[in-house]
């Protein structure tokens, strides 16, 4: 008996990883050689940390619900958690630039977007689809 695969293929999500994680660190890059730090090369650095943090993230998103998904996970749904982790780590910089962020700031902020992602997953869950009656 073969066991039932709930996720896409490996390859997809990291030849996706792959890409983001060059473009955020090149931008990075870029960001952090040639530009001044003045508002916009700020806004360039949260841009980029967002996505070099999704690259990062989207593997290990992707082992995580290799473990513990019960029922099938879309690209989709990988990407919006790889997503919310590279915003995560992009609101913890702002939050350190500022000389803010305590280890219970960065526990409070993690847990509710935790939260946040069951919350969205329920809703996904409880929403009816017509398809899903016939299997």
């Given at each position: 008996?073969?066991?039932?695969?709930?996720?896409?293929?490996?390859?997809?999500?990291?030849?996706?990883a792959l890409f983001l994680t060059i473009i955020g660190g090149g931008g990075?890059?870029?960001?952090?050689?040639?530009?001044?730090?003045?508002?916009?090369?700020?806004?360039?650095?949260?841009?980029?940390?967002?996505?070099?943090?999704?690259?990062?993230?989207?593997?290990?998103?992707?082992?995580?619900?290799?473990?513990?998904?019960?029922?099938?996970?879309?690209?989709?749904?990988?990407?919006?958690e790889a997503a919310l982790f590279g915003i995560y780590l992009s609101l913890?910089?702002?939050?350190?630039?500022?000389?803010?962020?305590?280890?219970?700031?960065?526990?409070?902020?993690?847990?509710?977007?935790?939260?946040?992602?069951?919350?969205?997953?329920?809703?996904?869950?409880?929403?009816?689809?017509?398809?899903?009656?016939?299997?």
């Amino acid at each position: 008996m073969q066991k039932k695969q709930y996720l896409p293929p490996f390859g997809k999500i990291f030849s996706t990883a792959l890409f983001l994680t060059i473009i955020g660190g090149g931008g990075l890059l870029f960001t952090f050689i040639f530009l001044e730090p003045k508002l916009g090369a700020r806004w360039l650095f949260f841009f980029f940390l967002v996505i070099f943090g999704a690259g990062i993230g989207l593997p290990f998103t992707f082992i995580v619900q290799r473990r513990f998904a019960k029922q099938t996970v879309g690209s989709h749904i990988l990407v919006r958690e790889a997503a919310l982790f590279g915003i995560y780590l992009s609101l913890l910089a702002w939050l350190q630039l500022g000389r803010i962020l305590t280890n219970l700031i960065l526990m409070i902020i993690g847990l509710g977007f935790i939260l946040f992602e069951m919350l969205l997953r329920m809703a996904e869950k409880a929403t009816f689809t017509a398809d899903a009656d016939n299997e």
